[in-house]
């Protein structure tokens, strides 16, 4: 049975931990839930939004409407063929947690995206990545729940229209569906090639002498790189990376590194150059830089952070000021990951 609650805090469903009330909010744990839910009079009657872990949104204002928190669970798995297994994951669950079950499983393919905050839902929306993986490269499908018909529908991998931090679910079908589940081809060991383009990687498995590395081992390091850059959400509120690197043509660049011969990039296949905002923010001068109980993380200049007295509109308004800043160094406009609300 659906159960209400009215004049909901939200602190707790944001991992900046910001102070923001619903008018509704509902938790929905299996597909049937949703769509039952659709046919409710507190559906119907209020505009609504879709939270999955709170990971990668900013809330600027009191939410006048129903919210719904993805809580759909559950793991299958269903075995391709004698190279590959493709794992069915609820699009409620925890993603990193996710990701350890597909370790234990002695499965690769997404070890490289160990530690990313938020739910297995919320993740080919944003097509997240790190160090050289993408989601898109190991996703097998997904089920979709139409807002408006309730039907669940079946996306494959060219319906989704992935590209960087991009998906058809940022874009076109933006707020028309809740992903209730994400499939996933991985690789049985023999099979699996390890993606260690990013030297990062490579320096931390040489430190611990490991010169054959197993999935594990790539999952430890990634874990515990991101550990030493990145605040825990728990103890500093933060969406983890809060702009996108942003992505240059060849010309753009050379009139760049000329300028700075320092410039950390990154070539794409298709002869674009990514560029590190992280980096490009820290030589604005931004890097542990505060005001009115926000900032920008003293590590890690790409996360913007939640002191415990700051709100979302003060994150707002540090971001414009990044972005102004960045633009007039550089030329270079940067985007947000995260999504206000």
């Not at 049985?188 to 498995?205: A, R, T």
């Not at 081992?217 to 550990?227: F, K, P």
Request: with cysteine.
């Amino acid at each position: 049975m659906l159960k209400f609650l009215k004049s909901k805090s939200l602190s707790s469903y944001n991992t900046f931990g910001f102070e923001a009330k619903a008018d509704l909010l509902v938790e929905i744990t299996t597909a049937e839930e949703f769509q039952e839910l659709l046919q409710t009079p507190e559906w119907k009657e209020h505009q609504h939004v879709i939270l999955g872990g709170g990971s990668n949104i900013l809330l600027t204002d009191d939410f006048h409407g129903l919210v719904v928190v993805n809580r759909i669970t559950g793991i299958e798995t269903d075995k391709e063929d004698h190279k590959s297994v493709v794992v069915k994951c609820g699009g409620g669950e925890n993603w990193h947690q996710f990701v350890l079950y597909t370790l234990q499983q002695n499965l690769g393919g997404l070890e490289n995206l160990s530690l990313i905050p938020g739910t297995v839902g919320a993740a080919p929306m944003q097509n997240i990545g790190a160090y050289g993986v993408e989601i898109k490269d190991s996703f097998h499908s997904l089920e979709a729940i139409n807002l408006k018909t309730g039907k669940l529908e079946i996306f494959m991998p060219e319906e989704c229209k992935f590209g960087y931090r991009e998906s058809i679910f940022k874009h076109e079908l933006k707020g028309q569906y809740l992903i209730a589940s994400v499939s996933f081809q991985l690789e049985m060991p023999s099979f699996h090639k390890l993606n260690l383009d990013y030297g990062i990687i490579k320096n931390v498995l040489a430190e611990k002498n490991i010169d054959k590395p197993t999935i594990q081992d790539v999952s430890e390091a990634v874990i515990e790189i991101r550990q030493s850059k990145l605040p825990d959400p728990a103890k500093i509120g933060n969406s983890g990376s809060f702009f996108k690197n942003p992505i240059i043509e060849v010309s753009q660049f050379e009139k760049l590194k000329s300028e700075f011969p320092e410039i950390p990039f990154y070539e794409l296949e298709d002869g674009r150059i990514k560029l590190a905002a992280g980096w490009l923010i820290e030589k604005a001068g931004w890097k542990g830089y505060e005001e009115n109980g926000v900032g920008v993380h003293h590590k890690q200049a790409l996360v913007l952070v939640n002191y415990g007295k700051g709100r979302g509109e003060d994150i707002l308004n540090l971001a414009k000021k990044i972005q102004d800043s960045v633009q007039s160094k550089f030329g270079i406009e940067l985007s947000p990951e995260v999504n206000f609300i």
